[in-house]
């Protein structure tokens, strides 16, 4: 069955922002991160027949939730 669930977002690395220029340089921006619109995660669907098999791909997989 297909599955849906989230996974830390592989731009950001689940942080959710990304930064224009160096973290220390006080005119770098902080941006939200485009490909999770910010919120760090992004939402899969695949065919998996359950959770561990999911996993095994996904080690950072959650359960979506609405
Ligand atoms: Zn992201």
Known sequence: MVK???VDCWECEGHGKYTI???N???SQENDCLSCHGTGRVVVEDYYNDLAELLEDYP???EYEE
Do not use: C, E, I, M
Request: proline fraction near 17%; hydrophobic fraction near 15%.
């Open 4 to 6: 849906r669930f989230t």
């Open 21 to 23: 220029g160096h973290p």
């Open 25 to 27: 340089d006080p005119s």
């Open 60 to 62: 950072s997989a959650k």
